[in-house]
């Protein structure tokens, strides 16, 4: 069975950072990128940025720009997203997500088909 | 960035009933447009890609339609499982931006 398991809840201070793991098990993990995903309470979903599990290329949101860094462990089928700088505003689960897909005659279309259960961030003083 | 505005953003239903949501883009994202459920204090499920196509597993009360700017998810008939938040999502351009959710509630 596919899963993805997230690191534990973290409390870190303003201006700090923080490093969130995500490991993959149950399919092939250079097949498929991963997303994270972000939820503030309340909030909507928020996409932050995606890394091809197989090349390790990325793609971030510019709201993340500068302060997001995915990376990947291709020997240990484990995904991180660390963001710096961190702030209140920062205060969310963060979700790592499989981008699922299906290449078609009518084109290539991408989905999130398996979620982490969420890696809940606190920002305080 | 496209902005995906969902409509209504709440609705109370009662089980049995049709529902409708709405998502409208800011342009257009073709039908690279997919669905969520999430429910209280879980992670989203995807319901339906290229907006209109099921995934496997997906009761097939669930439906979608659209193109371009405009979307629609409709559960055919509510069921007590189905109360829940909504969410579309674009995945024609980065980012991948999602609309601000419509919640489901008990009538």
């Known amino acids: 069975q596919v899963h993805l398991v997230q690191s534990g809840a973290e409390v870190k201070k303003p201006g700090a950072s923080v490093k969130v793991s995500c490991k993959a098990s149950?399919?092939?993990?250079?097949?498929?990128?991963i997303n994270w995903v972000r939820q503030a309470p309340g909030q909507r979903l928020e996409w932050m940025g995606w890394?091809?599990?197989?090349?390790?290329?990325?793609k971030y949101s510019q709201r993340f720009q500068g302060r997001v860094t995915i990376t990947r462990d291709t020997s240990a089928n484990i995904t991180y997203m660390e963001l710096s700088s961190l702030r209140s505003e920062d205060t969310a689960v963060y979700y790592c997500?499989?981008?699922?897909?299906?290449?078609?005659?009518?084109?290539?279309?991408?989905?999130?088909?398996?979620w982490g259960k969420g890696t809940t961030v606190t920002v305080s003083s | 960035d496209i902005q995906l505005t969902q409509s209504p953003s709440f609705l109370s239903a009662s089980v049995g009933d049709r529902v409708t949501i709405t998502c409208r883009a800011s342009?257009?994202?073709?039908?690279?447009l997919a669905w969520y459920q999430q429910k209280p204090g879980k992670a989203p499920k995807v319901l339906i890609y290229?907006?209109?196509t099921l995934l496997s597993g997906v009761p097939s009360r669930f439906s979608g339609s659209g193109s371009g700017t405009e979307f629609t998810l409709t559960i055919s008939s509510l069921q007590p499982e189905d109360f829940a938040t909504y969410y579309c999502?674009?995945?024609?351009?980065?980012?991948?931006?999602f609309g601000q959710g419509t919640k489901v509630e008990i009538k």
């Open positions: 290229a907006a209109s």
């Open positions: 890394i091809n599990a197989g090349k390790g290329n990325t």
């Open positions: 999502q674009q995945l024609n351009s980065y980012p991948r931006t």
């Open positions: 997500a499989r981008d699922g897909y299906n290449y078609g005659s009518m084109g290539d279309y991408y989905y999130m088909d398996v």
């Open positions: 342009q257009g994202v073709s039908n690279y």
């Open positions: 149950g399919y092939t993990f250079s097949n498929y990128a």
